[in-house]
């Protein structure tokens, strides 16, 4: 059956460190995967978006790489900042139309001061 | 631009009444979806519009729940009658036309569901 996992429930890091947080799947084949983040009595915003024949996306301090071959996708957030807490969910197409999204459970991440 | 609106924030209902969730998406977007989250998994996906028509129900969980799109503006979703697995929270988002713009969807806050 179809599964997306994202590597822990909680994580907790260092103002000031990257964060890396993992998306993996199975039994897809994704063309679009997308980061959303959510934050607590809201829904999820989009951040991200990285298509299958990408490595790498970039936005300011938000780095996404995707590796079909592996099913994975890493999400990193550098220079980590406390307002950075939240949930994140990685969040994959069904059928290549960016349409019908199929989320992770999500990470939630704690920046320390 | 206002974003994505859901109506009401809350709702506590009796198993068996009837609910009826209201989503206002941000305008001149086509796209509609509905998700729900219940307590302890991940967001899963309901149903989609393209303006007033379904394209896919593939996600609605039986034939309590009930998705309009009057005029392809908002959209309400009833759940007759409710049941206690039918509490969660339900989102609401919308979108531009994938390949005529950005794929990422808009969000609102959600509806809180809370069937006893």
């Known amino acids: 059956s179809q599964k997306i996992e994202q590597n822990s429930e909680a994580l907790n890091i260092q103002e000031g460190k990257t964060a890396t947080l993992t998306c993996n799947y199975t039994?897809?084949?994704?063309?679009?995967l997308q980061w959303y983040r959510q934050d607590p009595g809201r829904g999820p915003v989009f951040l991200l978006l990285i298509r299958e024949n990408e490595k790498e996306k970039r936005k300011e301090r938000l780095k996404v790489t995707f590796d079909t071959t592996l099913k994975q996708s890493l999400f990193h957030i550098t220079a980590s900042q406390p307002a950075d807490s939240a949930t994140y969910l990685c969040?994959?197409?069904?059928?290549?139309?960016?349409?019908?999204?199929?989320f992770g459970s999500g990470t939630q991440l704690t920046v320390l001061p | 631009e206002a974003g994505v609106t859901q109506f009401p924030s809350h709702s506590v209902i009796e198993k068996g009444q009837t609910v009826t969730l209201r989503c206002d998406p941000i305008s001149g977007h086509d796209n509609l979806y509905w998700y729900r989250r219940v307590m302890g998994k991940e967001i899963k996906f309901l149903l989609h519009f393209v303006k007033e028509s379904k394209q896919d129900e593939s996600g609605m969980p039986n034939n309590r729940f009930l998705a309009e799109r009057t005029g392809g503006t908002y959209s309400t979703l009833k759940v007759q009658p409710a049941e206690l697995e039918d509490s969660g929270v339900y989102f609401c988002?919308?979108?531009?036309?994938?390949?005529?713009?950005?794929?990422?969807?808009?969000f609102g806050p959600g509806t809180r569901l809370t069937v006893t």
């Open positions: 988002a919308s979108s531009h036309t994938p390949g005529q713009g950005s794929y990422e969807q808009y």
């Open positions: 969040a994959l197409d069904v059928d290549g139309s960016a349409r019908q999204l199929t």
């Open positions: 039994n897809y084949s994704p063309a679009y």
